[in-house]
């Protein structure tokens, strides 16, 4: 892995100007700003024709003109996956956010505007656009879009990358060699087929069923239970539907959106409560991580839902496998 660029050998007042410069001298011409810059670097590891970078830096914007692409351009097609942070891609009059496990994509021969919302670090990916093949023009139409990754060729990609950067470093670390070419290959037949998907509409969202996002939903909510935000906003900004109809898909089974996340966290602490592994605990600990911070509330909706306290439950359990 080659750092590129690290703003911890640099003045502050220095960090901004030079963030911008080693954009340009890194990627292509561009106008690239930043915030107090107080920790960011570029990293890149090279896979045969392709380069793979990881960048970390405050919130700001990357601009690319028609001046700047008339000035140089490599001709390359980036594909993101936020690693940490939003950011929103603007290019060809489609505009896309993207938070942590997305993926986006913009190029560089077409003018582009990347705001990134927050603190962020990215994994990067450029690949020569005459890598594409046949596929270019068709996947040029599908830059400034967000691309799932909870989609099954998302999580795919995602993977793909995590999996290349750190068998990339390992390598580095003298470990066995791996052959770049046949990685490139495939990331490039990855890049392919997730701009390929259907399911990707104008607007950068699944046109999945109704069952199919329901799916999806209910599945976030049992990875994310532990979140204390997790709820109707957040999960209908998450998968970039409206509150209203998010919870017309819960009122078709009879749900509410507050009442699924409830019922599920409420059978999280249950089966914490009942494991004796998890006897040194204490329940107000078993109910923080799965969301439920406030030990009354908890107490009180535990009771209602399963007709005993959590402690006379605990207690039950513990007896019943002594």
């Known amino acids: 892995m080659a750092l590129l660029f690290d703003t911890t050998t640099l003045a502050p ?54 001046v700047d692409i008339r000035a140089y351009d490599p001709e390359v097609l980036l594909i993101a996956l936020a690693l940490r942070g939003r950011s929103r891609i603007e290019q060809n009059g489609r505009s896309a956010g993207f938070g942590v496990g997305d993926l986006s994509s913009w190029e560089s021969s077409r003018p582009f505007r990347a705001t990134h919302l927050e603190p962020f670090e990215l994994m990067l990916l450029s690949m020569p656009r005459s890598l594409l093949g046949a596929r270019a023009d068709a996947i040029s139409r599908q830059t400034a879009r967000r691309l799932p990754g909870d989609s099954p060729l998302g999580a795919m990609t995602t993977e793909m990358l995590r999996q290349t950067w750190r068998t990339l470093d390992a390598e580095s670390a003298s470990g066995p060699a791996v052959n770049r070419g046949d990685l490139a290959d495939a990331l490039i037949a990855l890049v392919r087929a997730v701009h390929s998907q259907d399911a990707l509409t104008p607007a950068g969202t699944r046109a999945a069923s109704g069952a199919a996002l329901l799916a999806q939903v209910k599945a976030h909510v049992e990875a994310n239970l532990g979140d204390p935000d997790l709820g109707l906003q957040s999960l209908a900004r998450r998968h970039h539907v409206s509150t209203r109809y998010l919870q017309k898909l819960f009122a078709d089974e009879g749900l509410t959106v507050t009442d699924f996340v409830r019922e599920r966290r409420l059978e999280a602490c249950r089966r914490d409560l009942c494991d004796p592994a998890l006897a040194h605990e204490t329940i107000s600990e078993i109910a923080r991580r799965w969301g439920l911070a406030n030990p009354a509330h908890f107490s009180r909706v535990f009771r209602e839902t399963y007709g005993c306290t959590p402690s006379d439950l605990r207690a039950g359990a513990l007896d019943a496998g002594a």
């Open 13 to 66: 007042d220095e960090r901004p100007e030079r963030w911008g410069e080693a954009c340009e001298r890194i990627f292509f011409p561009m106008h690239a700003g930043g915030g107090a810059l107080t920790s960011s670097r570029i990293e890149r590891h090279h896979v045969g024709p392709i380069e793979l970078f990881r960048l970390v830096s405050d919130h700001g914007v990357g601009l690319r003109t028609g």
